[in-house]
């Protein structure tokens, strides 16, 4: 059986994920040099390009993209394989503190998957807030909305803060709206300032503007844009499958972006079955359908 390096396998791997070669480095704890190496040792070994960057960002060509399709399952299945043989023999638990807009979209919709590949594995999951800090007392992985974690951890960004005008389509057939949010209702979470910013960012200000309600919570200003109360600033990245799906249409390319992202924690000291976790999570959030 002839196969291509492990290493640049997975080099590939989170480096089509991530879209980076740095964030790659980063996330297996090497140079971006070092990546950059591993792919093009894979490149070589098949005689194609697999990527086609730009500075440190690298796209997948189409050879790259049925590759990455046979690759993505199979580290995936590797990694089951080795963490099962591994593990402790006596039923384990792996507690999640997870903010409500991952775990109802992206989270809870993939467990199966995880009890498929870990039936010795039971999930512990509770609420995280965006101000909670990772905890080991309180939970094994922390999954929240806040800046780059420090090296005292284990995390991987899921997804990134990129924010873009969203609504449905029941909204945008009753409504005035325009495709320059002209005549909008403009929905808000607690972050008043983020529509301002998104202002800036486009160079004007739309005419005809209304606010609806002050959200506390993210998941209901969701709720009210799916309902087709309004336009809202969402992150496109979390909101992919339904923005796919055609239940919610993005009006803008225009977006604004904090320093902030969307990671998955854990400790260095984890365990065998917290890290098998924090792996298949951060695998299942680079899939366009989390039930997949």
Request: hydrophobic share 40%; proline share 5%.
């Amino acid at each position: 059986m002839i196969l291509p390096p492990l290493n640049a396998l997975r080099a590939f791997e989170a480096t089509a994920r991530l879209q980076s070669l740095s964030r790659a480095g980063e996330e297996l704890h090497v140079t971006h040099v070092a990546i950059s190496g591993q792919i093009k040792k894979l490149e070589g070994w098949f005689g194609r390009r697999l990527f086609e960057r730009s500075g440190r960002g690298a796209r997948l060509t189409p050879a790259g993209e049925q590759f990455l399709k046979a690759v993505r399952p199979a580290l995936l299945s590797i990694s089951a394989s080795s963490m099962a043989i591994n593990a402790n023999q006596n039923r384990n638990t792996v507690s999640v503190a997870c903010i409500p807009s991952i775990a109802t979209r992206w989270l809870i919709p993939a467990l199966p998957s995880f009890a498929a590949l870990y039936p010795d594995v039971s999930i512990e999951i509770s609420y995280a807030s965006a101000f909670d800090q990772f905890d080991s007392e309180r939970h094994d992985v922390l999954i929240t909305h806040q800046a780059k974690p420090t090296d005292e951890y284990e995390f991987s960004l899921v997804f990134s803060r990129v924010n873009k005008p969203v609504a449905s389509p029941s909204y945008l057939k009753n409504s005035r709206c325009d495709d320059r949010l002209n005549g909008a209702v403009l929905l808000h979470d607690e972050v008043v300032s983020a529509w301002e910013d998104w202002f800036e960012c486009a160079g004007y200000r739309p005419e005809g503007l209304s606010h609806g309600p002050v959200y506390q919570d993210f998941n209901f200003l969701a709720s009210a844009m799916t309902a087709g109360h309004g336009v809202a600033l969402c992150p496109v990245d979390v909101f992919r499958r339904e923005i796919a799906s055609g239940d919610l249409v993005v009006l803008s390319e225009i977006y604004n972006r904090d320093d902030q992202g969307y990671y998955a924690i854990w400790g260095r000291d984890s365990s065998t079955s917290t890290r098998a976790f924090g792996e298949w999570f951060v695998t299942i959030c680079s899939i366009r359908n989390p039930e997949e």
